[in-house]
T-cell receptor, first 115, second 112 residues
Framework: GAGVSQSPRYKVAKRGQDVALRCDPISGHVSLFWYQQALGQGPEFLTYFQNEAQLDKSGLPSDRFFAERPEGSVSTLKIQRTQQEDSAVYLC?????????????FGPGTRLTVL | DQQVKQNSPSLSVQEGRISILNCDYTNSMFDYFLWYKKYPAEGPTFLISISSIKDKNEDGRFTVFLNKSAKHLSLHIVPSQPGDSAVYFCAAIQYNFNKFYFGSGTKLNVKP
């Protein structure tokens, strides 16, 4: 069956450019998470959705970061006016229910490089 | 502040031997702990988990041990196989919160 997919897989942006990263979770999954993984580090929580509701956005590093999941399925992470420190792999994960001990299924990530 | 720490960036083990990966945490409110495995260019995949009410959970070759008083967990892989070579992340969460905290990972190399 289809897993979590993310697009694009690689993105190179010039400093100041806006980018949009897409996540297609497993069909029917209620919970969706975004993480930022810097080189040599573990994933860091950015935000959490339960269906279309964004219940936690405490990990978003600045107001340049915005995430949405308008219909409770596909999600987009948008970064405005990208900076070099935004360079990282952005991981999306989904889980079947709203239970926080559910297994999270991760996508392959989008590697963002800001020049 | 890093609430979950993996102090060994890498570990090399001979095939057939035991691999022991360690993880420490600082938040005593964490209730649930997980290990993920990650191959290059792929997302992490769930391996094994343990609730804070237990001190051991076993699944085939993989066993996770939790020492709450020391705020320490470890993953044992016995016997290690070359296909186990990957980066292993530990993660922790507090019940009723959906924010997972990950360590920085340990790269395991199992030599044939």
């Amino acid at each position: 069956g289809a897993g979590v997919s993310q697009s694009p897989r690689y993105k190179v942006a010039k400093r100041g450019q806006d980018v949009a990263l897409r996540c297609d979770p497993i069909s029917g999954h209620v919970s969706l998470f975004w993480y930022q993984q810097a080189l040599g580090q573990g994933p860091e929580f950015l935000t959490y959705f339960q269906n279309e509701a964004q219940l936690d956005k405490s990990g978003l590093p600045s107001d340049r970061f915005f995430a949405e999941r308008p219909e409770g399925s596909v999600s987009t992470l948008k970064i405005q006016r990208t900076q070099q420190e935004d360079s990282a792999v952005y991981l999306c994960a989904s889980s079947p229910t709203d239970g926080n001990t559910d297994t999270q299924y991760f996508g392959p990530g989008t590697r963002l490089t800001v020049l | 502040d890093q609430q979950v720490k993996q102090n060994s960036p890498s570990l090399s083990v001979q095939e057939g031997r035991i691999s022991i990966l360690n993880c420490d945490y600082t938040n005593s409110m964490f209730d649930y702990f997980l290990w993920y495995k990650k191959y290059p260019a792929e997302g992490p995949t769930f391996l094994i988990s343990i609730s804070s009410i237990k001190d051991k959970n076993e699944d085939g070759r993989f066993t996770v041990f939790l020492n709450k008083s020391a705020k320490h967990l470890s993953l044992h892989i016995v016997p290690s196989q070359p296909g186990d070579s990957a980066v292993y992340f530990c993660a922790a969460i507090q019940y009723n919160f959906n924010k997972f905290y990950f360590g920085s990972g340990t790269k395991l190399n199992v030599k044939p």
